[in-house]
Nanobody, 120 residues
């Protein structure tokens, strides 16, 4: 199983970015999918948003109203639309998915990370 992110980059404060993540491989089903981020200077990875297979989202308080998570179950993809970006949103964003394969019940898989930098 492989998760591949795309869409990171440099944006000015107040700008927008959209992250995408595609899951591929021997996937039987996908439970939750989410986005985590790790700020510079060795801070811990933190949950940004997660979405269930039924489409119910949960957000960390600091991004509510600015970020929107969505998924396309037919394509095994998850997205993160980020609006009104702030410098404190800077970090490496990781896609995560809880996946059942043909040989494992449920396991967490991670993407390689996408850098998001919010700076003027």
């Amino acid at each position: 199983v492989q998760l591949v992110e795309s869409g990171g980059g440099l944006v000015q404060p107040g700008g927008s970015l959209r992250l995408s993540c595609a899951a591929s491989g021997s996937i039987f089903s996908i439970s939750t999918m989410g986005w985590y981020r790790q700020a510079p200077a060795g801070k811990q990875r933190e949950l940004v948003a997660v979405i269930t297979s039924g489409g119910s989202p949960t957000y960390r308080a600091s991004v509510k109203g600015r970020f929107t998570i969505s998924r396309d179950n037919a394509k095994n993809m998850v997205y993160l639309q980020m609006n009104s970006l702030k410098p404190e949103d800077t970090g490496v964003y990781y896609c995560q998915a809880r996946i059942r394969t043909d040989v494992t019940f449920l396991a967490d898989y991670w993407g390689q990370g996408a850098q998001v930098t919010v700076s003027s």
